[in-house]
């Protein structure tokens, strides 16, 4: 499994909106810079999580984007199955894909779904509150 830039950008971006959720809606300009992401890329994210009843945007003067849950409500696995095809660790494992004629007799089925099962538990655990929760790090969160 390899994260996307995509997956990775609106991590980064939902991270961005909820340390500064209380501000009213946040200008797309301003997340880029914050971000380093160019405005055109971060459009198709926003687009993306606003589809997906994560963020709500408002345009004009004055819009911008905003969370519609709380950072504690939201996890990173939510927002990464938004942004990436797959999230399995092998392809025998990937959704909609027909059952392999080996499965019965496959010594290293059980090691793929253990690992497929930790993972999204634990991408599952973590939320956008965990992203911002200031540490040793100095506040900065990279993703």
Not at 32 to 37: D, F, G, H, S
Request: glycine share 6%.
């Amino acid at each position: 499994m390899l994260i996307s830039t995509k997956g990775r950008y609106a991590l980064r971006v939902m991270a961005d909106l909820a340390e500064h959720q209380s501000e009213n809606f946040i200008p797309l300009k301003e997340i880029a810079q914050r971000q380093e992401i160019s405005e055109k890329y971060l459009e198709s994210i926003m687009k993306l999580l606003v589809r997906a009843r994560m963020l709500s945007g408002m345009r004009g003067k004055g819009g911008g984007y905003k969370l519609i849950l709380p950072p504690e409500k939201c996890t990173v696995g939510a927002i990464l199955r938004l942004t990436e095809t797959s999230m399995a660790p092998v392809a025998c494992l990937e959704p909609n894909t027909p059952a392999c004629p080996k499965s019965a007799s496959c010594r290293t089925l059980r090691v793929w779904q253990e690992l497929d099962r930790l993972i999204s538990g634990y991408l599952d655990s973590v939320t956008l509150a965990d992203l911002i929760q200031s540490d040793n790090n100095g506040g900065e969160y990279v993703i």
